[in-house]
């Protein structure tokens, strides 16, 4: 998916050194990775990239369910946008089809994230800035 991503962005002219990546090590840690991203890289916009997989366990729920409100909180705390890449998944089968060739989002979340950090841009001020960033984790 990250692959896919990062295609997403070249087609759409944000150059490698205006994408910031950082790699942790589940979902859980996406919201936090992403609240430092934006506050040490100066980020416009960050995709969270992940997959969630049912385990039949309570724990599926609750961990979707806090990956989804952390992302969301953040974006709005912080006021930069969040792309939700993660897919939330019953079976590895459905998360190995999910992620790659027609079914996969991730040149979607690419193109969103491309369009939200120029919304963002325009409503604070920032459309002529000369460098944006995009960075995902």
Known sequence: ?????????AERSVKDDNIVQMEVPGCGELPVAARLMM????????IA??????????????M???????????????AIPVIFGVLTCATPEQAEARATGDKSHAVDWAATAVEMGVLRS??????????????FS
Do not use: H, P, W
Not at 50 to 62: C, Q
């Open 1 to 9: 998916m990250v692959a896919d991503v990062l295609k997403g962005l």
């Open 39 to 46: 506050a040490t890289q100066k980020v416009d916009v960050v």
């Open 49 to 62: 990239v992940g997959v969630l997989i049912d385990g039949a366990t309570d724990g599926y729920t609750f």
């Open 64 to 78: 979707c369910e806090a990956v989804s409100n952390g992302l969301m909180n953040l974006q709005l705390t912080a």
């Open 122 to 135: 325009s409503q604070i001020g920032n459309s002529a800035r000369a460098k944006a960033s995009v960075g």
